[in-house]
């Protein structure tokens, strides 16, 4: 019995012993992978991973502070299995602006099977690395939103360049990825895209379109805006109203003095507000009570 028991207490204290663990001197690593210490390079890279103690919160500013030196180590875990690792490596390697990781953090990008891949779609965006613009426009027709919505700032942030690019993909564009890459040459604001948005204004990203045409101000989508008042879509009519008023279209008036009746209270409003911006004269319409009130001005 004695014997038991002492093998018992024996076999107690190994396994304590097994599960002590060295106190993790993140000092000495960030120290290490200054000097050159590739394993302790790729330690902090790994504890990025790591959320017990907040031990990646923790990592991860020393990561950044150590700069191009972890660049190496960080491109070895940009596809990492481990989605936290995953994700924090990515942010730092956008943050230190490592463009020889456009590539990798591109396939984690259009890799349906990985989750918050929207951390890989900003990453391209803080780039600006033209390689990253082909997997965003493929995000753009993602089925998680959270991917179409940063791949479309991303696509917005390279401005002028994506332009060409975002005009090659539309006509062949799914719907989801027709919308919003509508909704991104609209708010980079250049006139090439006027043809190709005409070409498919009466395509699925209709609304978008028209909204786009109100941000260009380009007198080629008049025609198209005015017919667009009679849209059975009230929210194109919306649109087409909005757009007609910046564009101080004089041939839009007699239809806008239709769409001032229009059944849809915000449509009767844009009418109005547009009526003033191309007239000069103030006028009232009828909101949702009734009432004959001066449209609300959004432009002081």
């Excluded at 002492?6 to 107690?12: P, T, Y």
């Excluded at 006028?283 to 449209?295: F, H, I, S, T």
């Amino acid at each position: 019995m004695c014997r038991l028991l002492i093998l018992i207490l024996a076999a107690g204290l190994l396994l304590a012993g097994c599960q002590q663990q060295t106190p993790l001197d993140l000092t000495a690593l960030e120290g290490g992978a200054r000097g050159g210490d590739a394993a302790a390079a790729r330690q902090l890279v790994s504890l990025l991973g790591q959320q017990e103690n907040d031990v990646n919160d923790k990592v991860y500013p020393m990561v950044i502070e150590l700069g191009s030196v972890m660049a190496p180590y960080l491109l070895e875990k940009v596809e990492s299995a481990d989605r936290i690792e995953r994700e924090h490596v990515i942010a730092a390697l956008a943050t230190l602006k490592v463009n020889d990781a456009v590539p990798a953090i591109s396939r984690v990008l259009i890799n349906p099977e990985l989750k918050r891949r929207y951390v890989a779609a900003w990453a391209l965006g803080e780039l600006l690395d033209e390689r990253g613009i082909p997997p965003l426009l493929t995000a753009l027709s993602d089925s998680e939103s959270e991917v179409r919505k940063f791949a479309t700032r991303s696509l917005i942030k390279f401005g002028k360049r994506a332009v060409a690019p975002l005009i090659d993909y539309l006509p062949q564009a799914p719907a989801l990825g027709a919308a919003s890459a509508v909704r991104v040459l609209g708010d980079i604001g250049d006139n090439r895209a006027i043809p190709v948005l005409l070409a498919a204004e009466k395509g699925p990203a209709r609304r978008e379109i028209f909204l786009a045409f109100g941000k260009l101000r380009d007198p080629r989508a008049e025609e198209a805006l005015i017919a667009g008042l009679k849209d059975d879509d009230w929210q194109v009519r919306m649109n087409a109203a909005m757009a007609l008023g910046p564009l101080v279209s004089k041939k839009a008036v007699p239809a806008l003095e239709v769409t001032l009746e229009d059944e849809i209270h915000a449509v009767r409003e844009w009418s109005a507000r547009s009526l003033e911006m191309i007239t000069g004269h103030h006028l009232k319409y009828r909101n949702e009570k009734g009432e004959y009130v001066a449209p609300y001005s959004i432009y002081h």
